[in-house]
């Protein structure tokens, strides 16, 4: 019988620390099995059983990686780390894969999870203003479940579908949204999602988001990277017991603006001045209804109402809970999370009054299953399963969605307009409308409209090792499946009973003949049509070192079904193949090459596919030994510089498949020679092009990367230029006598260029750390070629301009009599009254016409973006504050933005005889050359800035003495806020939001936010 020999595992235990004491959560692993690891305890201890290497790796991050041979017979080990002052193992995120900061070759900006939570807001975009440099964001609108920012890298470089500040859409092809075809590409853990994917996001599932913003780190997507790419990771598990961490939060939202409107006497005497002004000889008020508003004698026969207070709240709740669990084994990682929020509005419920919430309110379920499987040393699996279920409410104006509506309802309906509710109860009308009007009523009344948005997405994915054909090669596969579906119910009502009151007599009218009772509300149900995504990769990576040299590469092959994107169930199909292979000696000399060989079936098939190349290349002159003599206290000083070409067939989606012939059928064919004998028929539609590709886009990057006194001060800098071409317009250099719909042709030109940047600096004085981070962005963009018409004058031309560029007239003062009279001074057709605006006769034909209107003012989204950042700690107290301004872009006021018969303080400023000198408004009751909407001129122009903290948040953590003892691992409790302070030049004349569009105060505005969270790991 042979003798059994077993062999004995080695166990090793250690401590590990820095030069301030025990390291927590360090990773310690067995160098090239890595599945046999551990990671340190609250004290720095480890224990772990060896199974076949002799050398540990040590790692944590913001510290040098650390390997240590063990001998034979070792038992205890103790290892001190070393903090990496050079920033050497810090990694970013790129397309499907990681770099080492140091390496990166290309243009990149990252904020981790720690600033994500600082901000209690309930989208993602929202967290992002001013800490990225490149990033370029207007919050529109803050209401409950709509309002995420809208978000640009590096700004916009396509005109299909701008809208210029006034509201007014350029005059190209596509959508009315701000630059649709200027969206960013979203990544999330390898995979694509959409904007509306993004903005239901939780903060508290993602470790990291990089924005990539050259060619060198886009060109990888191909014909989807030029608009820029934000990539998202989320939390995964780690080695270790499991960690419950459970995060609690309630908030407070107030606005973050009121405005200030006159009361019942001042409007009716300036009501009374207008028409007096338009040469009424009864006006609607008499100077005993002028006296009844001063005194408030006749409540009801002449309300004075305050309709922001009696419409909205001071403050509404918020609520937010997270928890999540991770931890593992060798074998599986684990990182599962889970969490609900909860979003009031700022507008009264009145629906309770017929039994029903028609309020603004959002709720949203979010869970999340991250799994990291190794099935053995070389084989890993990856299951990810995440969704989220949301529910938007919203109040119906007989069918209509009452969201900017009501707001411009509340800059517009005058304090005398009704009485809310009668003497008796029942709801208040007008004595001069014949239907009823009143608001509260509609908002009791009228119903409902609830929006069910519910995501589902699931990812499996393999890695295999491919070490046994060479070191550092590896193949892995992901597939995923997104879905998205939405559905909506409506309850509504046609119409409510209200009365006039007569205060004279006490008399009640009703307002809508014969209808006495509420009738009962009407049902229904709808849906939306289901989103599927299929994506399936395969990539192949390889990455060794070789002494001083290192060779790494990707090649990928991804195929993408994307089906109702477009609003229709036809698939939108599109595959890549690209490679990415980069080369560095010594970490000193780097170089990197991407092609892209990419296709999409809104092409015809003869151009369904492109070659999209980039190549990059940095040198770390740190690291040569003159330098490092010459200036020892250089960390890092990296020159870069990146060429590349890439693409966005989103446009495509804009004009649905150009290259196929559309025909029309319907009625409108007659036959024959008697009238009305039509019958159905084909008609010739918009024809085919069969040529038509995608935007692309050529990118030069130059940048360096500084870092000096041992990692103290960081200073980023990045100068880009890019031509955006072959942007798919629509013709408008051919007459219409032509006789056919055109269509759209690959023709415009648009370049850009700018810069963005940051500089941080950060220090720890024993117990007191700080931190303090810059960020600047700057983008301007220039038409060079769109088709249009040639213009009569040159200054009509928008070829020239900025996209989105505002058009108008120039306003040069008031009409005075003298200048009605004088046949020298121009005038528009209209004729004018004293104290209307006068413009700027530009052509000199003494005639104010269209001829008169060229470019004011600027964009609407800002091309200065400024952030600052301020981080302090002293043992466990925390303050972190987040500053952010933009400047160089124009709100344009219309006349919704400054009420029709509900005046505001600006109204006092107007013109008449006496103050024509001093005026800052046009006369009361003039023509409709005072309107902005048909006459918009430079007077409804403003030229805006504006600084807000948009976020500041104080915490504490709690000492370990005081919770350990109960079983805990950590508590922090913490308070925190965003849109908490605003200085800007807007309000000093008028009574808008810095981010509103167009001034219009039709949207929702932006919510300021008080929170109060704790957060306790167990």
């Known amino acids: 019988m042979l003798p059994v020999i077993l062999a004995q595992a080695q166990q090793i235990s250690g401590n590990v620390s820095d030069d301030k004491g025990p390291l927590v959560g360090v990773s310690v692993y067995e160098k090239n099995l890595s599945t046999n690891g551990t990671s340190t305890d609250n004290n720095g201890h480890f224990i772990l059983t060896l199974k076949q290497e002799k050398v540990l790796v040590f790692k944590l991050v913001g510290y040098l990686t650390k390997e240590v041979s063990i001998t034979p017979n070792q038992k205890t080990i103790n290892i001190t780390m070393a903090e990496d002052t050079k920033g050497l193992e810090e990694i970013v995120v790129l397309g499907y894969g990681t770099q080492k900061k140091l390496t990166n070759t290309g243009s990149v900006s990252s904020i981790t999870n720690k600033d994500l939570k600082q901000n209690p807001t309930t989208n993602l975009q929202n967290s992002l203003q001013g800490r990225l440099p ?41 959508t009315t949204s701000l630059g649709s075809s200027n969206n960013a590409l979203i990544i999330v853990d390898d995979i694509e999602y959409n904007m509306s994917d993004v903005q239901r996001l939780d903060p508290n599932e993602i470790e990291s988001i990089s924005i990539l913003k050259d060619a060198a780190t886009t060109a990888i997507y191909g014909l989807r990277g030029a608009n820029g790419v934000l ?77 922001w207070g009696t419409l909205t709240r001071k403050s509404a709740p918020q609520y937010r809970t997270n928890i999540d669990i991770s931890g593992g084994s060798n074998t599986v990682k684990y990182f599962i999370s889970g969490g609900y929020i909860s979003q009031d509005g700022m507008f009264k419920n009145f629906g309770q009054e017929s039994g029903y919430n028609s309020a603004f309110w959002y709720n949203r379920y979010n869970f999340r299953s991250n799994l990291d499987i190794q099935a053995n040393k070389n084989l890993s699996f990856r299951v990810d399963v995440n969704g989220r279920f949301g529910t938007t409410n919203r109040p119906l104006n007989r069918g209509t969605i009452y969201d900017g509506l009501l707001m411009t309802e509340l800059f517009i309906l005058a304090p005398y ?12 009308e007008n004595k001069a409308t014949n239907s009823s009007q009143n608001i509260v009523a509609k908002l009791a009344t009228n119903g409902y409209s609830r929006d069910y948005a519910n995501d589902l997405n699931a990812v499996f994915g393999a890695t295999q090792k491919l070490d046994f054909l060479t070191k550092g090669l590896s193949a892995k596969a992901n597939i995923s499946y997104a879905s998205s579906q939405s559905n909506n119910r409506t309850l509504s009502r046609s119409s409510f009973p209200s009365y006039y009151y007569n205060s004279a007599d006490g008399s009640y009218r009703l307002a809508t003949a014969n209808l006495y009772r509420l009738p009962p509300p009407s049902l229904s149900t709808s849906t939306g049509l289901a989103l599927k995504v299929l994506q399936i990769q395969g990539i192949l990576n390889y990455d060794n070192t070789f002494k001083d040299h290192r060779a790494y590469g990707t090649v990928l092959i991804d195929q993408k079904s994307d089906v109702g994107r477009d609003g229709t169930n036809l698939p939108w199909v599109y595959r890549r193949y690209t490679g990415r292979f980069g080369y560095n000696y010594k970490q000193k000399y780097l170089v990197e090459f991407i092609g892209g060989y990419n296709g999409s079936d809104r092409f015809q098939t003869s151009k369904r596919y492109g070659f999209f190349p980039a190549a990059s290349v940095a040198w770390n002159i740190a690291e040569e030994k003159f330098f490092q003599k010459a200036l020892p206290f250089v960390d890092v000083f990296k020159l870069r510089a990146s060429r590349g070409l890439t693409g966005n067939d989103g446009v495509a989606g804009n004009f649905g498949y150009v290259y196929q012939q559309t025909y029309t059928t319907g009625n409108g064919t007659q036959f024959g020679q008697t009238p009305g004998t039509n019958f159905n028929g084909v008609t010739e539609g918009r024809l085919a092009n069969l040529d038509v590709t995608w935007e692309k886009d050529l990118q030069t990057n130059f940048g360096v990367d500084l870092n000096m006194f041992k990692n103290k001060l960081n200073i980023v800098a990045d100068r880009f230029y890019g031509k955006r071409y072959d942007i798919l317009t629509n013709r408008s250099s051919i007459s219409g006598i032509f006789g056919a719909s055109l269509p759209p042709v690959n023709l415009g030109i648009v370049e850009r260029n700018g810069w963005d940047g940051e500089i941080t600096y950060k220090n720890q004085l024993k117990d007191f750390g700080y931190s303090v981070n ?81 470019a004011i003012g600027s964009p609407s989204l800002p091309s200065n973006v400024i952030g600052l950042n301020l981080n302090f700690n002293y043992k466990g107290f925390g303050l972190a504050l987040a500053f952010q301004g933009s400047y160089n872009f124009s709100i344009a006021l219309n006349s919704e933005g400054l009420g029709f018969s509900n005046y505001q303080p600006l109204q006092l400023l107007r013109w008449t005889p006496e103050t024509a000198a001093t005026a800052q408004y046009p006369a009361l009751g003039g023509t409709s050359i005072n309107d902005a909407r048909t006459f918009f001129s430079d007077f409804w122009l403003l030229e805006a800035w504006y600084v807000r903290l948009r976020t500041a948040e104080f915490s504490y953590q709690l000492p370990d003495s005081w919770i350990k003892p109960v079983g805990l691992k950590g508590v922090r409790v913490y308070t925190n806020g965003n849109m908490l302070f605003t200085k800007t030049n807007v309000n000093k004349k008028y009574q808008v939001d810095p981010e509103s569009i167009g001034g219009a105060n039709t949207g929702y505005p932006a919510q300021r936010t008080f929170n109060l969270g704790v957060n306790v790991t167990f």
Do not use: C
């Open 774 to 854: 810059l960020t600047y962005s700057f983008s301007k963009n220039k038409i060079i070629e769109k088709d249009e018409a040639q213009p009569r004058y040159p200054w009509l031309a928008e070829t020239g301009h900025s996209i989105g560029q505002n058009f108008g007239y120039l306003f040069n003062g008031f009409y005075s009599a003298a200048d009605i009279a004088d046949p020298n001074v121009a005038k528009p057709s209209i004729t004018p009254r004293p104290g209307d605006l006068k413009y700027l006769d530009i052509n000199g034909d003494k005639v104010i016409d269209a001829y008169d209107r060229r």
């Open 231 to 307: 990539v998202i990771t989320t939390k995964r598990g780690q080695t270790g017991k499991p960690s419950i961490n459970l995060r609690q939060e309630f908030a407070l939202q107030t606005w973050s603006y009121r405005p200030k409107f006159l009361r019942s006497y001042e409007n009716a005497s300036l009501l009374t001045e207008a028409e007096k002004n338009s040469g009424m000889t009864t006006t609607t008020f008499t100077p005993q209804d002028l006296e009844l508003f001063r005194t408030g004698a006749d409540p009801y026969g002449h309300p004075d109402v305050d309709w």
């Open 134 to 174: 490149g990033f370029f964001a207007v919050q529109r609108s803050g209401q409950p479940g709509l309002d995420a920012s809208q978000f640009f890298i590096r700004g916009v470089s396509s005109y299909v579908g701008v809208t210029a500040a006034n509201g007014t859409t350029s005059s190209v092809a596509g």
């Open 417 to 428: 307009a009704y009485p809310i509710y009668n003497p008796n109860g029942t709801y208040g």
